[in-house]
C-alpha cells in the first residue's frame, strides 16, 4: 500500500505561490503516478494535475495549465505543485493521489 502525506497549504492572496509536497512511502515502488486533486467549498473534488513517476511526463487541467507546474525529487519520493499567480478559485482542500490512495489533504485558501 502506498501512504501519500501532503504538506505546504496555507492562507495567500490573489497572485501569490504556494507550493505542495506529497510524501510517498510504503510500497513506493509500485508507483505509476501521482496525481492532485483539489475540492473547493461546496464543490466537488476535481483533477488538478499528474506526474508519471518513472518518465516524468507531466498533464494538467486546463484550469491551472500555464500555472501550476507538478515534479517530482529525483532520487527521492515527493511530488510538488507549484502553484503561481494563484487565484480565490484555486481555493480548496489539495489531496495527492496514487495507485488507489489519497492522502489526508492540504488546505489552501486565496483571499483577494
Known amino acids: 500500500q502506498v501512504h501519500l502525506v501532503e504538506s505546504g497549504g496555507g492562507s495567500v492572496l490573489a497572485g501569490d505561490s504556494l507550493r505542495l509536497s506529497c510524501a510517498v512511502s510504503?510500497?513506493?515502488?509500485?508507483?505509476?503516478?501521482v496525481a492532485w486533486f483539489r475540492q473547493g467549498p461546496g464543490k466537488e473534488r476535481e483533477y488538478v494535475a499528474r506526474i508519471t513517476w518513472i518518465g516524468f511526463n507531466t498533464y494538467y487541467a486546463s484550469s491551472v495549465k500555464g500555472r501550476f507546474t507538478v515534479s517530482r525529487d529525483n532520487p527521492g519520493n515527493t511530488a510538488y505543485l507549484q502553484m503561481n499567480n494563484l487565484k480565490v478559485e484555486d481555493s480548496g482542500v489539495y489531496y495527492c493521489?496514487?495507485?488507489?490512495?489519497w492522502g489526508q489533504g492540504t488546505q489552501v485558501i486565496v483571499s483577494a
Open positions: 510504503g510500497d513506493s515502488f509500485n508507483v505509476q503516478a
Open positions: 493521489y496514487s495507485e488507489g490512495n
